[in-house]
């Protein structure tokens, strides 16, 4: 079993940073940030795997940058530079390492705003 508690959100004006944290708990072979903007699917936004190799959506590439702090079983997503457009819920993901089930935390919303 895998629980996930994101935390960080919040308002932020255009050009702005923040940085958000997901805290693991259990043991997990790859991490993720999603997003959902209101009326739109849920995306990719970055995600990180066994050995730190990262991937980003096209949209966030040089401006987000995602991390996982092992000895506190947290994963971050430093967001800098952010665009109205990237006003979202951001989810957290994980992939369970045993059972290969993919969980999500509750989310936390991010506004880009002035």
């Known amino acids: 079993q895998v629980q996930l508690v994101e935390s960080g959100g919040g308002l932020v004006q255009p050009g702005g940073s923040l940085r958000l944290s997901c805290a693991v708990f259990g043991s997990t072979s790859a991490n993720a940030w999603y997003r959902q903007a209101p009326g739109k699917e849920r995306e990719l936004v970055a995600a990180?795997?066994?050995?730190?190799?990262?991937n980003y959506a096209d949209s966030v590439k040089g401006r987000f940058t995602i991390s996982r702090q092992n000895a506190k079983n947290t994963v971050y997503l430093q967001m800098s530079s952010l665009k109205p457009e990237d006003t979202a819920v951001y989810y957290c993901n994980a992939v369970g390492r045993l059972s290969g089930k993919s969980y999500w935390g509750q989310g936390t919303q991010v506004t880009v705003s002035s």
């Open positions: 990180i795997i066994s050995g730190g190799i990262t």
